[in-house]
């Protein structure tokens, strides 16, 4: 008689994740993203308005950077902090605190009397920041899973939040001219009062299944370094390495950092996990994000001196031209995911810095009497190979990342970010202004900013070569 076999039936294939947002995931989008970009905003949105702002307030010439420096200090010195207290507490409670403090912290500064109410102002801002950019980032990467998904959320995510430094100074020029300077931070707190009511119910709540005990020694140690390095950094901007408290702070903040690196490695319940720092993803995602940061910024500083003081453009006019990079950065937003979905995002990370370097280094053309299409055209293209930069690198550090630790991966994305944001300028931008020769400065500092990128891309390109 025969017989019959049957072979095994395969393994169930789990069902690919949706490659479409739902209504209600483009709500959960549009708030996280909408608070990414008031941030961002808040960034660049003072900028032109510090001198109207100093007059009527009566802060001097030298007391004018506490304006940018008292929002920079702690949006940038409790990002890691913030990030592990919303993993270990509840993500979606922090950011909603976060919310809440900036709004109020944007009131206080719209209706400042004096400047120590202003200050405060400005340094609450920073702290509800803190705590809106890490946590709003990890429940974005839990919300919505690797794939299609989160390539698109990021990719949204990305643009606005490049968008709203550029946008940011448009308006502020703007704003200022119109309504007066208090109107930019009153622009801030409307932000709020659209997406504060949204998010309690829109948002999942999220944290890790255990509650180990919060490393008070590292909390302290990295905040503390962070805090010192982004001070010294901020006023070396303005006033050069020379003075003696930016000395003292930048020794300060380097030995605290390298005692947290000390503490961390004996801790039970690290704050940043260093076998997290040591794999290739991580370390190599945050070195490209860091280097695009600091130079793109440093490109924008030399651009508006060479725009302004050079051509002798006026404040508008530079803010038509980096208004310009608004609708490129919209572009690239709308297609990196595609390209990322294609490519990869490591190959993206590597061709986006390889793009930025060579743009920067078109923009050496440019003459001490004219220049502006070059440098528009030139910086717009850099700008969007800066965006793919940004959303790759945000996926290659968070991907393969369990969920809990997710807020410990983007507070590493966000804090490369912020510090990004301070060093560029201090490192690079003043070697513009210290030479005597302005134009000759603005080439010497694109030149090595160019260098510097070109370099990057080929220290990511062959530690990204083999995935951890």
Not at 49 to 57: F, H, I, K, Q, R
Not at 276 to 305: D, K
Not at 343 to 358: D, E, F
Not at 367 to 372: E, T
Request: charged share 10%.
């Amino acid at each position: 008689m025969a017989t019959t076999t049957t072979s095994p039936a395969p393994p169930a294939t789990p069902p690919a994740a949706p490659a479409a947002l739902t209504g209600r995931n483009r709500l959960i989008l549009f708030v996280l993203c909408a608070a990414q970009f008031m941030v961002a905003l808040d960034f660049s949105v003072l900028n032109v308005a510090l001198p109207a702002l100093g007059a009527d307030l009566g802060l001097g010439q030298s007391a004018l950077q506490w304006a940018v420096t008292a929002f920079a200090l702690p949006s940038g010195g409790f990002l890691l902090l913030f990030g592990r207290i919303g993993d270990l507490y509840g993500r979606k409670k922090l950011f909603l605190a976060g919310l809440a403090l900036f709004g109020a912290a944007s009131l206080l500064a719209t209706f400042a009397w004096n400047p120590a109410a202003f200050l405060t102002g400005r340094a609450l801002q920073g702290i509800g920041a803190a705590a809106i950019v890490p946590t709003g980032m990890s429940l974005l990467t839990t919300t919505f899973p690797e794939g299609p998904l989160r390539d698109k959320a990021l990719g949204i995510s990305g643009t606005l939040l490049s968008l709203g430094f550029t946008v940011g100074m448009v308006l502020g020029g703007v704003m200022t001219d119109t309504l007066g300077w208090r109107s930019t931070m009153g622009l801030l707190a409307l932000f709020t009062v659209v997406v504060l009511p949204l998010a309690p119910g829109l948002l999942p709540e999220s944290r890790t299944p255990e509650r180990p005990r919060l490393d008070v020694p590292g909390a302290v140690t990295v905040t503390g370094g962070l805090l010192a390095l982004i001070y010294a950094l901020s006023t070396a901007a303005e006033h050069g390495f020379g003075r003696t408290d930016v000395q003292v702070t930048l020794v300060a903040g380097l030995l605290l950092l390298a005692v947290f690196v000390r503490v961390e490695s004996r801790h039970a319940a690290p704050l940043v996990s260093l076998p997290m720092l040591r794999r290739r993803t991580v370390a190599f995602g945050n070195l490209g994000g860091l280097i695009t940061f600091a130079m793109m910024s440093t490109v924008v500083f030399v651009l508006t001196l060479y725009l302004q003081e050079t051509l002798d453009l006026s404040s508008f006019a530079t803010g038509l031209v980096f208004g310009v990079q608004g609708v490129f950065a919209v572009v690239a937003g709308m297609l990196a995911p595609k390209v990322i979905g294609r490519l990869g995002a490591r190959r993206v990370l590597v061709g986006s810095l390889a793009g930025q370097g060579l743009l920067t280094a078109a923009i050496l053309g440019v003459g001490r009497d004219s220049g502006v299409l070059l440098a528009t055209v030139a910086a717009s293209l850099a700008c969007m190979f800066h965006l793919g930069a940004i959303i790759s690198y945000g996926l290659i550090v968070t991907s393969g990342v369990p969920d809990e630790e997710q807020g410990l991966a983007t507070g590493l994305v966000t804090t490369t970010q912020q510090v990004g944001l301070t060093i560029g300028i201090p490192l690079l931008g003043v070697l513009a202004t210290t030479g005597g020769d302005l134009f000759g400065g603005v080439r010497t500092v694109l030149a090595l900013d160019a260098a510097i990128v070109l370099g990057t891309a080929v220290l990511v390109a062959l530690g990204l070569r083999r995935r951890a």
